[in-house]
């Protein structure tokens, strides 16, 4: 036999007896016929320099090679099916094997809440739309900072800065444009020209511009204010099951001040309405109208109204009520 075939041969014997390979219960036995009983002894004495006195080299033939690799692909074979069995593979985001249920009946109930709060972006002017990524998290930045007491500029720049990184002149700058275009004319944003580019393809600077402009809008959408001329004010936002309408109303009853606030729900849900210590909640089962009031002596500087779905998701959305009475 020559070098080439031994060489060949005890590669492949040397993958086939593996210690992995000879402790799988499906491996095969060394007592199986076709002369492969002997073959791990005389392999391992072959690379052994001192030979067994007495005993006969064991040779093979050409033909017994294919025997060899079938044998070897069997014996792998078996190997990858047990480990399948003991370890079956996991999607990415599976962290440990999980049964699924072969159907959902009520999808929409059974299933983890979306971000239900996004298709307010339909009511936006904006010249392109924002991917639901960058929408996302403006929006909830927005329901972070919509209470805060800083000058809408800082306030617009605070929303959007972690898009844009160590880029705060910038931001200044375009915040300050953004303001006063609104300020000149309330219909700039109406006549805005579209961009038929995507947000992904728009100049750093662009989508600075385009992402202040849509924190400001939201921040308007966000915000009620009341005073005395204006004592009524309405609001409309948009949902995945239907559009949420709100009213609120500052009534003035000699000494006793009140806030009333009344909204139309798609869907059932709960309102909570916050002052200053004080609180006022109440909670529908059924889509419809549902009314919530607080009373005080004094109205505070600023209420807060949580309007909750659970249904379309897991936050509520947050108003903020300026009353500059």
């Known amino acids: 036999m020559n070098s080439d075939s031994e060489s060949l041969q005890s590669q492949y014997l040397g993958w086939l007896l593996t210690d992995d390979v000879k402790n799988t219960d499906q491996s095969v036995e060394c007592e199986e016929n076709d002369g492969v009983k002997n073959l791990h002894n005389e392999a391992t004495a072959s690379k052994s320099s001192e030979p067994k006195l007495g005993g006969t080299p064991q040779t093979f033939q050409l033909g017994e090679i294919p025997t ?17 069995q003991d370890h079956p593979p996991l999607f990415p985001w599976e962290t440990q094997l999980t049964e699924y249920p ?12 979306s971000w239900g709060w996004m298709v307010q972006q339909s009511k936006l002017t904006l010249p392109t739309r924002l991917p639901e990524r960058v929408f996302q998290q403006l929006l909830e930045q927005c329901q972070a900072l919509v209470t805060s ?16 990184p160590n880029e705060s002149q910038a931001l200044n700058d375009i915040a300050g ?25 728009l100049q750093p600077r662009q989508q600075m511009a385009l992402s202040l402009l849509a924190a400001k809008q939201l921040l308007e959408n966000l915000t009620l ?16 099951v239907g559009a949420l309408n709100i009213r609120v109303e500052y009534q003035s009853l000699g000494k006793l001040t009140k806030l009333l606030v009344q909204a139309e729900l798609p869907v ?14 109440t909670t529908s089962s059924t889509s419809g109208y549902l009314n919530v009031e607080l009373g005080c002596e004094q109205l505070n500087p600023t209420y807060t109204l949580e309007v909750e779905f659970p249904e379309i998701d897991e936050q509520p959305l947050l108003f903020v009520i300026n009353p500059t009475i």
Request: without cysteine.
């Open 68 to 84: 060899v690799l079938d044998r070897f692909q069997t014996v792998l074979k078996n190997r990858l099916q047990i480990q399948a």
């Open 102 to 113: 072969d159907f959902v009946d009520e999808p929409s109930m059974t299933l983890v809440p």
């Open 149 to 164: 007491s800083v000058p809408l500029g800082a306030k617009l720049v605070q929303v959007v800065e972690n898009f844009f």
């Open 177 to 201: 444009l953004v303001l006063r275009s609104t300020y000149r004319s309330v219909s700039t944003l109406e006549t805005m020209p579209a961009i038929q580019s995507d947000y992904s393809d």
């Open 225 to 240: 204010p009341l005073s005395a001329t204006s004592p009524v004010v309405e609001r409309e936002w948009l949902t995945s």
């Open 268 to 281: 059932k849900g709960s309102l909570t309405l916050r002052g200053s210590g004080t609180l006022a909640m």
